[in-house]
């Protein structure tokens, strides 16, 4: 526990709340420091003017979309100044354009997408929706997309129509959108609806059994090590598992080296555009089934 308490703001409010009982007064000291210092702090140092977080061998909207979830993760306070800024820099700036065939992050003045709006793939959209959710911008567009392309066994697959079967990783991603859109939102009889659904899913994929006893999976997903415990604010709901399987995997992550080095992506080929899931940054599992070659397996 003083090791939890003596790290990074980040993981330090975390710690005290969920782990610890410190009064609400103290965990809002300690959250109210992730802007300012440690990992909450250098990710907002390293936005570009225009929204845009980027490396030199990505498409934009690689790093900028993780990095987004990164900031997420922190549970940075949104109502935070600087972390206002950065969401209306990315707001106004950056749009979802499929100019060419192919959907990136661009500055353009109209006939895209904004951010908060998503492109085409539910994995990426689950991730987007989230964020909307989470940063005060729940797009409801976005949420009604996602409801219509659940499939019949109660998930989601990016591979989809294509595939008829979901796939836990884009499940995962899009559960964790709708949680976030429902939270902004409030009460929505259809999110609950598709979300139970999706949770249901998971389950008869033994994936939350996995999780619980710290067994992996997939071999592609991040050890996460036992799960016995949830924190309290997820209690009332299973879909907390997801975002507790993700945070687990960050929070490991916060260490600044692995920060970086969990965001080389590795290399594309031609024509295609190839990431881990949105909601398991560092894996290998790969996006975008439909404009890669066929010997990419679709495992997200």
């Known amino acids: ?3 939890l308490l003596d790290s990074d703001p980040a993981i330090a409010w975390q710690a005290m709340q969920d782990l610890k009982d410190a009064s609400p007064a103290a965990v ?12 909450g702090a250098e990710i907002l140092a390293l936005q570009e003017p225009d929204g845009s977080w980027r490396r030199a061998d990505s498409p ?22 600087a972390v206002v800024a950065a969401v209306s820099r990315i707001e106004s700036s950056m749009r979802w354009d499929n100019r060419g065939g192919r959907w990136e992050l661009r500055q353009v003045e109209s006939g895209a997408n904004p951010f908060f709006e998503g492109e085409t793939e539910p994995c990426i959209n689950g ?26 066994d109660g998930g989601w697959n990016c591979d989809a129509p294509k595939s008829k079967v979901s796939s ?16 902004a939102v409030g009460s929505a009889p259809e999110i609950t609806a598709a979300r139970r659904r999706g949770e ?22 991040p050890a996460l090590g036992p799960i016995r415990a949830w924190p309290k604010r997820f209690a009332s709901s299973k879909a907390g598992v997801s975002r507790m399987a993700v945070g687990c995997s960050i929070r490991r992550g916060l260490n600044r080296s692995h920060f970086r080095s969990t965001n080389r992506w590795g290399s594309r080929a031609a ?11 560092g894996t ?6 439909r404009r890669r070659p066929a010997r990419f397996k679709a495992t997200c």
């Open 60 to 81: 934009v909207w690689l790093p900028t979309l993780f990095t987004f979830l990164f900031l997420r993760a922190t549970g940075v306070d949104p109502a935070d100044p």
């Open 168 to 183: 836990y990783h884009t499940t995962i991603c899009v559960l964790e959108g709708l949680l976030e859109y429902e939270r």
């Open 284 to 289: 290998r599992s790969r996006v975008n089934s």
């Open 127 to 152: 991730g987007g929706l989230a964020l909307g959710g989470y940063f005060g911008r729940p797009n409801a567009k976005l949420a009604s997309r996602l409801l219509s392309e659940q499939l019949a």
């Open 1 to 3: 526990m003083d090791w």
């Open 271 to 281: 024509g295609t555009r190839s990431a881990p899931c949105a909601c398991f940054a």
């Open 28 to 39: 809002a000291a300690m959250r109210a420091r992730v802007p300012h210092e440690g990992v």
């Open 200 to 221: 249901e899913y998971l389950l008869k994929r033994d994936l939350f059994r996995r999780l619980s006893t710290g067994e992996p999976a997939n071999p592609e997903l």
